[in-house]
């Protein structure tokens, strides 16, 4: 669905996280991913602030040229989310299981390009911590939404982005 969406002319997908690596000069990807490896919640943040503005200013860009564009941003930082109105925020998280699903997936594609059982472990712990890191990083207040699937995942966006029956 998101292929889809990012395909019409009203919709642009960005996935922040993927986006940065594109258009984010490599010091400051550094410094992301310094702050990251030394789990340095603020600094990561501050980091994650300045590269994903790299990536707002570009959107900003396009929207001057197609005003009734709407934007959906994906992205794994709660500090970054937090600035944008509070209206405008959903926060989703994989189930319990669907997550072990995900790992599964995962684990089946790096064996399927000859991976070793290293890379395995450490791409199945990498997620762990990512979705660990995330979830701690959110206020205990917080309504998370729950998907058990990608279908349940699609629904949320179609609903969020009021278009249940397009596409």
Known sequence: ML??????KQYMVIDLDDYMRTLCK?????RLSEARRTHSTLMEAI???????????????QIKANKSLQVL????????????????VVMACPSKEF???????????????????????????GLRVSRQDFLES???????????????LEKMVRERL??????
Not at 26 to 30: G, T
Not at 99 to 125: M, P, Q, S, V, Y
Not at 138 to 152: H, K, N, V
């Open 3 to 8: 292929h889809k969406l990012s395909s019409q």
């Open 138 to 152: 959110l206020p205990t207040d917080a309504e998370i939404a729950i998907y058990s699937s990608y279908d349940e």
């Open 73 to 88: 941003f994906l992205t794994s930082c709660w500090a970054w989310a937090q600035q944008r109105k509070r209206d405008a």
């Open 26 to 30: 490599r010091d400051m990807l550094e």
């Open 99 to 125: 997550f072990e699903e995900i790992l599964t997936a995962e684990e089946k594609r790096i064996k399927d390009n000859h991976g070793t059982d290293a890379e395995i472990l450490t791409a199945r712990e």
């Open 47 to 61: 980091a994650y602030t300045e590269c994903s503005n790299v990536v707002l200013k570009h959107v900003k860009e």
């Open 162 to 167: 009021a278009i249940v029956k397009t596409l």
